[in-house]
Every structure is written in C-alpha cells, then in structure tokens.
C-alpha cells in the first residue's frame, strides 16, 4: 500500500492519505441511515413545525427534529437490513453497506430497532404523545407494511408506503401546535401525490434490476407506456394538490406562483416523458431522468415556498 501511494505520488495524482479505518466504519454506518432521505424528511418535518399555530420553541423544535431524523434512520436501517438480499443483486444498491459486508446484517437491525424506540419515545416524553404516534405510525407504514409486505407484492407498493414519507410534516404540525387540521393535511398531500412520479421516473431506468430481483414495480408488471401514462396522471393531481396549503395562514400569492411553476415544469416533463413512451428507449431513459432529477427540486422548491413566506409575513 505505501509503495502505491508513493508511486501515485510521483504521478502528481492522489497525494491525501486514505481515511482511516475508524472514519471509513462512521461513513458506513451513516450510509445505512439513508441521510439523503433523512435530510428531505427532516427538512419538511421542520416546514410543518414553523407553519403550526403555535408560538416557535427552539427546544420542542430541535427534539422534534431529532426524533424525526432518528425516526427517518431507523426506517433506512431495517430497510437494508430487511433488503440486503435484492440490494445485493441490483447495479444501484449493491455498494451499501450490509451487500459489501462492512456492516453485518445483525448491527443494522439492532441499530434500526434501537433508534425506532428512542426516536418514538423522546418524542413522547419530550414533546407529546400525537407527534410519538405518528411518528411510530409512519415508522410502521415504512417498514413492516412497505419494506416487509408491499414491495415485493404489489406494483402499488410505492403509491401505498408513500404515506410514510408523507406524514413528516404532519408529525412536525403535531410536535409544535399538539392537535391537527386541514394545513398538514394539504402538506401530507402534496408528499403523497408526488412520491409514485418521482419513484416511477427512476424505475423506469432501473426495470431491469427489478425485474432481476424478483421486485414487482411498475414498469415491470405493466409496461413501460402504462407506467409513462400514470406518472402524467399523477403528476396532473399534483397541480390542484400543491395548491393546498394557501390555506394555511401566512401561505399566499408568493407560495401560489411558485407552486403554478413548479407544476408546469413537472407536468411539461412528465408529458415529455409518455411522448416517448413507445419510442426510442434511449431517449426514454434519459426523459425519466431529468423527470426524477426535477422532481426532487420540486418538492423542495415547494416546502421552501412556503416556510419563505410565511416568514416574509411575520406568521412564524
């Protein structure tokens, strides 16, 4: 090893040492906690808490937050461990941890147990018990019903486990105000609606993994054209949903045009996409790409929106 790096060196390449193992065991620990997923989720969670009708408490804020992100980890933790099979055997999953055996399966899953417990009980103690239980019931939609059952059963399995990725801004709403209403609803929509395009859009270039694995998603079970029809479905409901949270008060005309832009570039690329339903799979792949890179802004662009003006308003 020094011998390589020595000739690297010599090469004007690399020239930093290789991390060292306790930093590389940290990353791979953090990785099966899905952070991209958590950061998303804790970012809504937080948009749902500052648009509550309630007075800001920075520490209720940041325990929420905390249990939230906790929350989100055990979900990606008992995921891979419950999916180390198939992750194994798929080109986009199987450099995660358990697949490249630096993380046994038995550590994942005592760390996805682990954190759903404390995640759901400071909630509890913390802040108070609706907020513990959405949290406990979006943990049980993620993993028992989606990860255990759905996923490998139905071609719904998405649009049904969507739910979980779509209560964390009701569970922020809850954290703060402790009761409910028609605002977090409209949030839990928007979440709801959007997560079968965006998931859609990546398995239409991944079918062939699926496929592999024996997992029953869209694309594989009805075709690709189908699949390209209900993403433009989906993604047209999106339109009057997005729209939903002007009732929330502070939420007005800034949120509105940027959820009316925001609509039509996703519909315009999803209408782009069944275009090319039939046609060259080349250029269908690279459609549902940039229809899966759009609607990640998208759904952040809209959060963003509204925590911005709402704020702009002096309401939070």
Request: hydrophobic share 60%.
């Amino acid at each position: 090893m020094t011998a390589r790096l020595t000739a690297v060196a010599r090469r004007g390449g690399e020239r930093t040492a290789p991390r060292p193992r306790w930093w590389g065991g940290v990353v791979d620990h953090l990785v099966l906690l899905k952070p991209r997923v958590m950061s998303l989720v804790v970012f809504t969670g937080a948009v749902g808490f500052a648009l509550a009708p309630a007075p800001f408490d920075w520490l209720k804020f940041l325990a929420a937050m905390s249990a939230i992100a906790a929350g989100a980890g055990a979900c990606g933790a008992l995921n891979m461990w419950w999916d180390a099979d198939i992750d194994a055997n798929m080109a986009r999953t199987a450099m995660r941890p358990i697949p490249r055996g630096v993380v046994p399966p038995i550590e994942a899953l005592a760390i996805g147990v682990l954190l759903a417990i404390v995640s759901v009980a400071a909630l509890a103690v913390k802040v108070n018990g609706l907020s513990a239980a959405l949290l406990a019931l979006t943990i049980a939609i993620y993993v028992p019903l989606y990860t255990m059952v759905l996923k490998r059963w139905t071609p719904l399995n998405i649009v049904i486990g969507g739910a979980a990725g779509a209560l964390p801004p009701v569970i922020g709403w809850a954290a703060a105000a402790n009761s409910l209403s028609v605002g977090p609803i409209a949030m839990f929509l928007i979440t709801f609606l959007w997560t079968p395009p965006h998931f859609w859009a990546l398995a239409l270039c991944r079918s062939g993994d699926y496929e592999r694995v024996g997992v029953p998603m869209l694309p594989n079970v009805v075709g690709h054209a189908a699949t390209c029809r209900q993403i433009v479905i989906y993604s047209a409901l999106l339109i009057p949903a997005s729209l939903g949270p002007l009732v929330i008060p502070g939420v007005g005309l800034v949120y509105g045009a940027t959820a009316a832009a925001a609509d039509a570039v996703l519909l315009w690329r999803a209408l782009a996409l069944y275009r090319l339903r039939d046609g060259d799979e080349s250029a269908r792949r690279k459609a549902a790409m940039a229809l899966f890179g759009f609607s990640i802004l998208y759904l952040f662009v809209l959060f963003a929106a509204m925590l911005a003006e709402a704020m702009l308003r002096a309401r939070v």
